[in-house]
């Protein structure tokens, strides 16, 4: 088969001797469209990048944009680990009626749906989310209760609005690795190997779950991480990078983090519709290598 730069080429050619008739330049301009289009060449818009800031206790976000493609990066100012969790409020609901709803225990109301969002990275890291969303309100949320009442009662909570788009769809980020997360576990399709890579997270489950993805230090376990989260005294054994939060069953979404030779871990913090307990608990807590 010809190279494509002589593909190219020939295309080229037959577009230059096409200019004797309007119709034939047409036809040509038409079928270099077409080919181009074909082996790939042709432009590809990329997801809009939404820029959000967190630190005690609120967050640094716009308050209007374009429905779509969207990689929300998250830079947490700290001093306290913050994560961006995206609410959808459906049926016209707003931002009140989700203070409302948060005053009471209890499971979320049917019109809030979790769509996931940068997990918690460390104070002064930055985490990433990319994701599909469609006009409507939406919500910027900390769920964070380390020590004390969760960070969205704290403040961090703002609402996001998101509009309808102008221009050509972007295509979904090309995954190095696909991670299920299914009740209770983390399936992965591949080891990640060192690099930067992006990760495809899809939640196959029958509940919501997320991925908090921890660096840990060298000769240490998640177990020594856990165990250190329940007082947090003395230098921590891991270093909190991000993943995806809590995310609905059936959705998928992506991140990309640079991942060092070294040990990781994965955890899901979130209740047990059943019990309440952290689904870490129920074992959804794993522990990987990356070489």
């Known amino acids: 088969m010809a190279s494509v730069t002589a593909l190219v080429g020939l295309v080229a050619a037959s577009v230059t001797f096409a200019t004797t008739s309007v119709t034939n330049t047409f036809v040509a301009h038409a079928s270099h469209a077409t080919f181009t289009k074909a082996i790939g060449l042709a432009s590809t818009a990329k997801a809009r990048v939404v820029r959000v800031t967190g630190e005690d206790f609120r967050f640094d976000a716009p308050d209007i944009v374009p429905a779509g493609l969207t990689e929300f990066r998250f ?49 002064g890291l930055e985490s990433n989310a990319t994701l599909m969303l469609e006009p409507g309100n939406y919500v910027l949320i900390c769920f964070v209760d380390i020590g004390g009442p969760p960070h969205f009662a704290k403040g961090m909570l703002r609402p996001l609005r998101l509009v309808p788009a102008k221009g050509a769809s972007a295509a979904r980020p090309r995954a190095d690795v696909t991670m299920k997360l299914v009740d209770y576990d983390y399936e992965l399709s591949s ?7 992006t990760i495809r997270v899809q939640n196959v489950g029958k509940q919501h779950h997320e991925v ?26 891991g270093k909190p990078l991000g993943g995806v939060a809590g995310m609905e069953p059936g959705m998928s979404e992506y991140f990309t983090t640079d991942f060092t030779p ?23 807590i794993q522990e990987i290598t990356v070489k």
């Open 262 to 284: 070294g040990n990781y871990a994965l955890i899901c913090f979130l209740p047990d519709t059943n019990d309440g307990k952290p689904h870490f608990v129920h074992g959804m």
């Open 191 to 197: 080891p990640i190997r060192a690099g930067t890579r």
């Open 75 to 123: 830079l947490n100012k700290g001093p306290a680990l913050h994560h961006l969790a995206i609410l959808k409020l459906a049926g016209g609901k707003t931002v009140e009626d989700l203070r409302a709803a948060l005053a009471n225990p209890g499971p979320p109301p049917a019109w809030v749906k979790e769509l996931g969002g940068p997990n918690a990275p460390a104070p």
């Open 212 to 237: 908090e993805l921890v660096q840990l230090a060298p000769n240490a376990t998640v177990a020594d991480f856990m165990k250190w989260m329940e007082k947090m005294e003395g230098p921590p054994p």
